[in-house]
Nanobody
Framework: QVQLVESGGGVVQAGGSLRLSCAAS????????VGWFRQAPGKEREFVAA????????YYADSVKGRFTISRDNAKNTVYLQMNSLKPEDPAVYYC????????????????WGQGTQVTVSS
């Protein structure tokens, strides 16, 4: 089993920045992708960004492209999501997920999920 723990959420002013971390432990695999998803009240869980664990390929949702950056540190088994220029539509619970997947943007393809971290954007 893979365990994932998110951290770095909090309250930030519109236009500000946060960096989220996802630390992985357990039976990780070099074939896994790691994805970030978010879910706001009353809305479906949506894809944010993803990176292959052993490679350098990255993926972004159109809504965050150019503002968010996903990166990885394999030595620490940690994936980061740098969020800049935060907007009113960005507040949500952010989750990281990992698995061997076919489509990195489909949350149904991931078996391993963290507990989530809350991001709040103030005006």
């Amino acid at each position: 089993q893979v365990q994932l723990v998110e951290s770095g959420g909090g309250v930030v002013q519109a236009g500000g920045s946060l960096r989220l971390s996802c630390a992985a432990s357990g039976r990780t695999s070099s074939s896994y992708a790691v994805g970030w998803f978010r879910q706001a009240p009353g809305k479906e869980r949506e894809f944010v960004a993803a990176v292959t664990w052993s490679g350098s390929t990255t993926y972004y949702a159109d809504s965050v492209k150019g503002r968010f950056t996903i990166s990885r540190d394999n030595a620490k088994n940690t994936v980061y999501l740098q969020m800049n220029s935060l907007k009113p539509e960005d507040p949500a619970v952010y989750y990281c997920a990992a698995d061997k997947v076919v489509k990195v943007a489909d949350p149904g393809e991931y078996d391993y999920w963290g507990q989530g971290t809350q991001v709040t954007v103030s005006s």
